[in-house]
């Protein structure tokens, strides 16, 4: 199951660790596409949190978002990595890996 996380959140969550977040916007054809991809990884263990950009304009801009879905990696509450557009699986996982490694 996707977390959602939004402004009040947003700075605790991604805190610790290494954290990938999706800025998915609702009325976004690709992000509805991306959805069931990225609810599929995060029933296999891999922690993927959700942000509506409309909801979370702060947030947005504080990370200069502009294309949807973008995906986010941070490690420690530092930004490690920024990608934007729809990915099949296995091409968001090595993408996640890429900057993991």
């Keep these: 199951m996707l977390k959602k996380v939004d402004e009040k959140n947003f700075d605790e969550y991604i805190k610790d660790g290494v954290k990938f977040v999706a800025f998915s916007a609702p009325w976004c054809g690709y992000c509805q ?8 990884l995060s029933e296999k263990n891999i922690e993927i ?3 509506n950009p409309d909801d979370n304009p ?3 801009n504080k990370y200069d978002v502009h294309a ?3 995906f986010l990696l941070f490690r420690e ?3 490690i990595g920024k990608f934007a557009g ?3 699986k296995y091409d968001l996982l090595n993408t996640i890996m890429d900057y993991l490694g």
Aim: hydrophobic residues 30%; positive net charge.
């Design 33 to 40: 596409k991306q959805k069931p991809i990225l609810e599929e």
């Design 49 to 51: 949190a959700e942000i």
């Design 58 to 60: 702060n947030i947005t």
């Design 68 to 70: 949807f879905p973008s």
């Design 77 to 79: 509450g530092k930004m």
């Design 86 to 88: 729809y990915r099949p």
